[in-house]
């Protein structure tokens, strides 16, 4: 994104993802969401002294499983440090993460845009890093709270923290990117990815390139937005971002490198500290936990389990023929690539799997609010009902309906249909005879199509399926209709 006045947008971001596992990252303390506040806490993770943090070695596992769906390299060896503040929801006064020997590093996430283009974005790290409490500010917001609660049954959950290199070009592509990791996690049961939970939250960092500018990224003033959780929030605040450093530089001033936090009540970021160097965190080497080994048979293991992720997922679809919008739509979530693997394995037709996949059976899905795997209507039931439109038993029409009913009760098309009678006529003899009954009963209407009127044979058509009450064969009425006008013109 290059704006007016030449300068260039450069976005970073460090997106947090909790893990999903049973227990805290240093203690056996439950990982339950939603507990009553400060039950889920224990002298580790409250930070008592003379507690010793233990490490959880399934969080290694989960971390492993990410940074390798990221094209990342795991390291064998990595270590926990200290990093230094003060702030009410960190009892210990300083938070375990890894800072100089990360466990993952250099990886890649390749992004698609709008009109097939990519853009390939640089993961520079993944570290693990243990969670904060929370706060609860009473009051309108934090910036004008009156009171501050804290609850630290968070205090010690598992994180992992995704950085990615400068390679976002917009606040739009921050967008993309956000969408396309937290599909990629979704397929790898490493987290909940629920973000109302607040299971990811993303800090982003902007700078605007000035033009003719030919130095390093790093050398330009750098704002953080601290804390953002939704990819809504993050994009608004990129977006307020970009309007308030555009100002500050067309007013002939310079940004201030600083921390920035997202206040979702006005849409704009407000100044949080004015310096953020690592130096001020003091950082050093954790000294109650060993360095960290990996053994090279986890990472092994861990590759060799890693499933299709979406980027390919996209690929294979498109070249079974499905157009990109809808190969996009259904490898984004595990539980539709799963359905329409199981529609077409059922030897459902690719086509009118698509077609009702994502047309009504998603508008059904969507007004009850569940996702694909929890469909009333399975993979094996849809694909039934389609065989019965394909074999010409069901019009479209009929289909929908049946559909409908289906949902609702579970049934299954073969009982519905035989229930409510819905049998497609495509019996020519019976049809025929409606035919020539609605033609003598509409005179006019066949003047005005013999007149050139081509409308009057939708009109016509239209006549037969209110006879045979929509259960008619719309194709071959259609041929039928066409026979007979030509037919009695001929005479
Ligand atoms: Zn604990």
Not at 97 to 123: F, K, M, S
Not at 268 to 288: G, I, M, V, W
Request: hydrophobic share 40%; with cysteine; net charge negative.
């Amino acid at each position: 994104m290059i704006l007016d006045n030449g300068a260039e947008v450069i976005i970073g971001l460090e997106v947090h993802v909790e893990l999903a596992t049973r227990t805290k990252l240093f203690c056996a303390c439950p990982s339950a969401f939603g507990a009553p506040p400060n039950t889920a806490v224990c002298p580790v993770c409250l930070g008592l002294p003379g507690a010793l943090p233990q490490l959880n070695r399934e969080v290694v596992r989960l971390a492993a499983r990410a940074g390798l769906a990221l094209g990342c390299t795991v390291r064998t060896r990595s270590r926990f440090d200290r990093k230094n503040y003060f702030y009410p929801d960190l009892p210990k006064g300083y938070q375990i993460t890894q800072y100089e020997h990360p466990i993952c590093e250099w990886g890649a996430l390749d992004v698609p845009l709008a009109d097939e283009r990519v853009r390939h974005v640089q993961i520079r790290r993944i570290h693990i890093e243990e969670e904060a409490g929370k706060l609860m500010h009473e009051g309108d917001s934090l910036w004008q709270a009156r009171g501050s609660l804290v609850d630290l049954n968070r205090a010690g959950l598992p994180l992992i923290e995704i950085v990615t290199e400068p390679d976002l070009r917009s606040p739009d592509e921050a967008r993309l990117f956000l969408r396309e990791l937290v599909s990629t996690l979704s397929y790898l049961d490493v987290s909940d990815l629920r973000m109302e939970e607040g299971s990811i939250r993303c800090d982003a960092n902007l700078s605007l390139k000035p033009p003719g500018f030919t130095g390093v990224l790093e050398e330009l003033a750098r704002v953080e937005v601290k804390n953002v959780n939704s990819i809504r929030n993050v994009v608004a605040a990129l977006e307020s971002e970009v309007r308030r450093q555009r100002a500050v530089l067309d007013a002939g001033g310079r940004v201030v490198r600083e921390t920035r936090g997202f206040d979702e009540v006005t849409g704009s970021t407000l100044p949080q500290r004015s310096k953020e160097a690592a130096n001020d965190y003091r950082y050093f080497p954790e000294p109650d936990l060993p360095w960290l080994s990996v053994d090279p048979a986890v990472i092994e293991e861990e590759r060799e389990r890693l499933p299709q992720l979406p980027g390919a997922r996209r690929r294979q679809l498109r070249e079974r023929g499905l157009a990109p919008k809808d190969a996009a739509v259904i490898a984004a979530e595990p539980a539709a690539a799963r359905y329409f693997a199981g529609l077409t394995d059922q030897g459902a037709d690719t086509r009118l799997a698509v077609t009702w996949m994502l047309g009504d059976l998603a508008r059904l899905l969507n007004e009850t609010r569940r996702g694909y795997d929890e469909s009333p209507v399975g993979p094996a039931a849809l694909a039934e009902l389609l065989a019965l439109i394909a074999g010409g038993t069901l019009s479209g029409r009929m289909a929908k309906e049946v559909l409908d009913k289906m949902f609702e009760t579970g049934q299954s098309a073969a009982i519905v249909v035989a229930e409510a009678g819905l049998t497609q006529i495509s019996d020519q003899d019976i049809l025929a005879e409606a035919v020539g009954r609605v033609l003598a009963a509409h005179a006019a209407a066949v003047a005005d199509y013999r007149a050139g009127k081509a409308q009057a044979l939708g009109f016509l058509v239209g006549q037969v399926m209110k006879a045979t009450r929509g259960q008619a064969s719309p194709d071959v009425v259609n041929r039928l209709l066409r026979e007979r006008l030509a037919a009695d013109a001929a005479v």
